[in-house]
């Protein structure tokens, strides 16, 4: 089992930043993969960012590539998701997952959400125009 807990969300404007993080705790935390999907009203969860638990196999969505950072403080169990640059089309409800994966991380990540094991409860991120 491995609970999650985002914060950090927030109403901002566009092009400014903002950091959300994700404290996760179990006990097997080191075997899970890490990642931040969102929801905006009326649209299905996407994938934005995942990082392994060896910190050197990370992916982005190409929506946020460039702009959004992931990052995984181990010894503290948490993970960030640092955005910049934030526009409105990134309005929505950010969501924390783990996923069962190597240390070293997956060959090819599944960005579908249905291969995602745990989730969050989300935090809301509103960017005005």
């Known amino acids: 089992q491995v609970q999650l807990v985002e914060s950090g969300g927030g109403l901002v404007q566009a092009g400014d930043s903002l950091k959300l993080s994700c404290a996760a705790s179990?006990?097997?935390?080191?075997?899970?993969?890490l990642g931040w999907f969102r929801q905006a009203p009326g649209k299905e969860r996407e994938f934005v960012a995942a990082?392994?638990?060896?910190?050197?196999?990370?992916a982005y969505s190409d929506s946020v590539k460039g702009r959004f950072t992931i990052s995984r403080h181990n010894a503290k169990n948490m993970v960030y998701l640092e955005m910049n640059n934030l526009s409105p089309e990134d309005t929505a409800v950010y969501y924390c997952?783990?996923?069962?994966?190597?240390?070293?991380?997956?060959?090819?990540?599944?960005?579908?959400?249905?291969?995602?094991?745990?989730w969050g409860q989300g935090t809301q991120v509103t960017v005005s125009s």
């Open positions: 997952s783990a996923k069962r994966s190597p240390w070293a991380g997956p060959l090819n990540w599944n960005r579908g959400s249905q291969a995602w094991d745990y």
């Open positions: 179990g006990r097997t935390v080191r075997d899970f993969a």
């Open positions: 990082i392994s638990y060896v910190s050197n196999n990370i």
